[in-house]
């Protein structure tokens, strides 16, 4: 029993998709056109469950690049209405397209001289005939079994949201580093973060000259914090590397003979580098699968930008 009308309410929310899928016309890509030409932000109401969706879809604008925020209609009424520039556009949701607060609201965001576009399933309703553009989310019956709740109109209200931002991701070339920078706390941005924003540069690279005395190589390790140094020519060119791990087994060899030797002659040569445009999962997985610790940045010519440390990859929980 539970089951079957489980799976008749998925299959009305699904029929209102399939059906709001094949109704798009020119007015959704009048109001993507819309959205993309507004030099403010994209002010998102609705009361009730359609508020609700429209918290949802003020968010997902947001992090993909279209500023937004949402407003409560009944308390622009009292007060928020200023959080409305003329610069703005305004989504309104509503299934019947009757929601007194929008209706009441309307004359206002007109007065403002925002650019109000209605989301309902009524074309012919007081808001639709009200707004600049209106974008028609009609279903054929809601999934409720008590045909009270809004189920398929709100899923079809979601989806369309979702419809515009994944139209403006496309349309604005946002990228997943555009994405990442939106996302600096979550996991999804940090895994799309880019070596050259965790790499040590400066005065924070460990560098040293082919000529360099050990005794200087070994302060410059030290003093540095990264386990290792990088051994460049004049220009700043990547001649070869060396670890706190090479000094040590160096000693095992030589004793204290080693401090009569150069940066040059005991580096190790071509060691492995990374872009700084690579991405961090990706050094993260070079330095795992080849059990070493750093990574030296360099660019295209071999000039050394920075050195990327496994503990700052850690940090992350890139994993």
Not at 64 to 80: I, K, N
Request: aromatic share 2%; glycine share 10%; hydrophobic share 45%.
């Amino acid at each position: 029993m539970s089951l079957n009308a489980a799976r008749k309410v998925l299959s009305i929310e699904a029929e209102a998709l399939l059906r709001l899928r094949d109704g798009l016309d020119d007015a959704f890509t009048a109001a993507v056109d819309r959205i993309l030409a507004c030099p403010g932000r994209v002010v998102v109401t609705g009361m009730g469950k359609s508020g609700l969706v429209g918290h949802k879809i003020s968010s997902t604008l947001a992090s993909t690049g279209t500023p937004s925020f949402f407003l409560h209609p009944a308390e622009a009424l009292h007060g928020d209405l200023g959080m409305i520039k003329s610069s703005d556009l305004v989504l309104a949701l509503s299934n019947s397209g009757e929601t007194e607060e929008l209706i009441r609201l309307a004359p206002y965001i007109k007065r403002i001289g925002a650019v109000l576009v209605g989301v309902t399933g009524n074309p012919r309703s007081s808001l639709a005939r009200a707004c600049d553009l209106h974008l028609t989310v009609a279903v054929d019956q809601e999934a409720c079994p008590l045909g009270l709740a809004p189920m398929a109109s709100t899923t079809a209200q979601l989806a369309l949201g979702d419809a515009l931002a994944a139209a403006l991701i496309e349309r604005r070339g946002f990228q997943p580093e555009d994405f990442a920078r939106l996302h600096p706390g979550g996991k999804l941005g940090k895994r799309l973060m880019r070596v050259r924003e965790l790499m040590h540069a400066g005065r924070e690279v460990p560098r040293v000259a082919p000529e360099t005395p050990m005794k200087d190589v070994l302060y410059e390790i030290s003093s540095k914090k990264l386990g290792m140094t990088v051994v460049t020519d004049g220009q700043g060119r990547l001649l070869g590397i060396l670890t706190d791990g090479d000094v040590r087994r160096l000693i095992e060899r030589e004793g204290g003979g080693f401090l009569g030797r150069s940066a040059g002659e005991v580096a190790t040569p071509h060691p492995l580098t990374i872009s700084p445009d690579a991405m961090a999962v990706e050094a993260l997985g070079i330095m795992e699968s080849r059990k070493i610790t750093s990574l030296v940045v360099t660019d295209g010519e071999g000039h050394v930008q920075g050195v990327l440390h496994l503990h700052d990859l850690w940090g992350l929980q890139l994993i």
